[in-house]
């Protein structure tokens, strides 16, 4: 309702509401604790049905055109936001006038440049020799539309020529007034001096403002209410210590002090526009004491690191703060990897049996640059294999062995390097993997009809049974591997049970049956053994371009190699159960099997059924949508095997 005023914006906002449910479920699982959103439009309405939906509380940054312009949902969003940032005083006070209850939450904050990049290409056009006859050149950087005031700056630039002031400029940027600027520009015989550059890359555009006379930017307010907040474009321009001349409207004036480091003209005051660029043209001196205070200017007030940081002061302000028994670990830290350098926590992972603490590590004695590690710190509770500090030993023993048995840095398959085992505290410190997890490729991959995205998901899910492949012949050991189907097929007679309320009688009934002829099969003499991960899935698998690692050894002990390979595939085909993905699953499947060619196939038949009951037992209740359809997934999976 609070978008019915603008057709367009409604029509977005419910084509954004189906994402917006995804988010609140992925968004709690991950154990996100703030949302941020720049632009008080989609963004925010995104955060705010993802925050109603989660309890994840959020905030939101206002910039202009979602200010001035698309205001539809606006009063709802202030009373919901936790905080509101806005990019300039003049933006506080807009909302302050219309919306005074909101006062106390919005928080002036710039947004920011990088000085050095600018400085350096001024330095560099410093060096180089300008032709004698060259006239000046003036620069102006912006997008070509109404409220960018394009038509002012010619009607000055007409002026200039007809005084006989010499000068050329170029106009960097693109939009939907190309065509009537070029007519402008014809019109007004100003086709020798005026060009057009089109859009530029970063480092094109610092290269040229740095060679710039002056930076002009006329803007205006457009007729639908449209104005600047304030332009990155003067930022750059007075990082590369060139002289602007601006209109003095909405937040320019926090940036631009007029005849201190810069000047100030009426908006659409194509005479007094023109008088601001003669004076500059006409003292160059002058204007190179506004250039130098200009980049002081931003040095002190717009730098891009210092504006983050204030953003993210507000940010650590409002977010709930994380675990407080996570705090008192870290400000107790001594272990070597932690010592004497700043910990910044990026990540939390709560889980039943563990949480885990992703953090960046930056500083310390050495001039290494900032780090990523991972703090995996082993929670007790009721049934557990073995108490949380054996856990944390057994996940460090592994790591220290695996890292040497599956060939080091140069193997492209690998685990993370355990950097520190503190038994007493169940923790164990790591590297952070590489690449990306296979499940996030998955998820974008799974439906896609680029036939590169497709094949890069294949790649992916080869090198993730690559992976496996070696694991299991850097871990194969003598045995004949009965003893570990007996305790498959007994844990999976407890989970059948366990499910029992999830499957039909007759579905249980055959699914029983067909454990029991596995159990005949125990006889057999041939069954190999190899190291077990015990939970292979697509969650704990990292994908990087010449690399792939894995996580989460805690579970490994001995086993039939058929059951990691059953389990990943049991949880890869839950990423498919939608409509129409069946044969991409299918395709998926066998892209992870190509490298496991050693596998027994009647036995990773049946340990699929064994994972499946597992998965089926021990996963989420259906209390949500996620949890209720993997659950009717995993049934339809087990009935497909109890018909086999």
């Not at 930017?217 to 003067?234: F, H, K, T, W, Y």
């Amino acid at each position: 309702r609070a978008h019915a005023g603008s057709p367009n914006l409604l029509l977005r906002t419910l084509a954004l509401l189906p994402k917006s449910v995804y988010l609140a479920e992925r968004l709690a699982e991950i154990g996100v604790r703030h949302l941020h959103a720049h632009y008080a439009t989609h963004p925010a309405t995104a955060a705010l049905v993802v925050s109603e939906l989660s309890g994840i509380p959020w905030s939101m940054t206002v910039h202009a055109h979602d200010l001035f312009v698309r205001r539809q949902g606006l009063a709802l969003k202030l009373r919901r936001a936790r905080f509101v940032r806005a990019i300039s005083r003049f933006n506080r006070s807009f909302l302050a006038a219309r919306w005074p209850e909101a006062t106390g939450k919005v928080a002036v904050v710039h947004v920011g440049v990088e000085p050095e990049r600018y400085a350096a290409a001024a330095r560099a056009a410093a060096s180089e020799e300008a032709a004698e006859d060259a006239p000046p050149r003036l620069v102006c950087v912006a997008a070509l539309k109404p409220y960018k005031g394009h038509a002012v700056l010619l009607r000055a630039y007409a002026r200039l020529r007809d005084a006989g002031v010499p000068f050329a400029c170029e106009l960097i940027g693109e939009g939907p007034l190309r065509a009537k600027i070029e007519a402008s520009i014809a019109a007004l015989g100003l086709g020798e001096r005026v060009r057009l550059a089109g859009a530029l890359p970063e480092d094109e555009v610092a290269r040229r403002l740095a060679g710039a006379a002056a930076v002009v930017l006329p803007s205006v307010v457009a007729r639908d209410g449209q104005m600047e907040g304030i332009p990155v474009a003067l930022m750059e321009a007075m990082a590369a210590g060139r002289p602007v001349v601006a209109s003095d409207l909405s937040g320019v004036s926090e940036l631009v002090e007029h005849e201190t480091n810069g000047l100030l003209v009426p908006p659409g005051d194509a005479a007094a526009l023109a008088a601001a660029i003669r004076r500059l043209l006409a003292d160059p001196a002058y204007g190179a004491e506004l250039g130098r205070r200009g980049r002081e200017t931003v040095e002190r007030e717009f730098r891009l690191d210092r504006t983050v940081a204030a953003l993210r002061a507000l940010l650590d302000r409002d977010a709930p703060a994380p675990d407080p028994d996570l705090a008192a670990r870290l400000a107790a830290a001594t272990w070597p990897p932690l010592r004497e350098r700043a910990v910044g926590l990026r990540r939390l992972h709560r889980r039943e049996d563990s949480w885990v603490a992703e953090l960046l590590l930056a500083g310390g004695t050495d001039e290494a640059a900032p780090r990523e590690v991972v703090l995996k710190v082993q929670r007790s509770r009721p049934g557990e294999s073995y108490p949380a500090p054996a856990r944390a030993r057994r996940e460090h023993e592994a790591l220290r062995c695996l890292k040497e048995r599956l060939g080091g840095e140069e193997s492209p398959f690998g685990v993370p390097r355990a950097l520190h085992l503190d038994e007493a505290a169940a923790t164990v410190v790591m590297e952070a993997c590489r690449g990306r997890p296979l499940d996030a490729v998955i998820r974008e991959g799974r439906a896609a009809r680029a036939p590169a995205r497709r094949e890069e998901l294949a790649d992916a899910l080869h090198r993730a049974g690559g992976w496996l492949a070696a694991f299991q012949r850097a871990t194969a050991g003598d045995g004949d591997g009965r003893e570990a189907l007996a305790t498959l097929l007994a844990r999976a007679e407890r989970d059948l049970e366990a499910c029992s309320g999830d499957l039909p009688a007759g579905q249980a009934r055959r699914l029983q049956e067909r454990l029991a002829i596995g159990a005949g099969a125990t006889d057999r003499a041939a069954l190999r053994l190899t190291g077990h991960h015990g939970d292979f899935w697509p969650g704990n698998v990292f994908v990087a371009p010449e690399r792939v690692e894995v996580i989460d050894f805690e579970g490994t002990r001995r086993g039939l190699p058929e059951e990691d390979a059953a389990f990943f595939l049991v949880e890869l085909e839950l990423f498919f159960a939608w409509p129409g993905l069946a044969r991409r699953f299918t395709a998926s499947a066998a892209a992870f099997l190509a490298p496991l060619d050693g596998l027994d196939r009647d036995l990773l038949a049946l340990c699929r059924v064994a994972k499946a009951l597992q998965v089926l037992a021990c996963g989420p209740a259906s209390g949500d949508f996620g949890g209720r359809r993997r659950r009717r997934a995993l049934r339809r999976r087990l009935l497909a095997e109890a018909r086999a």
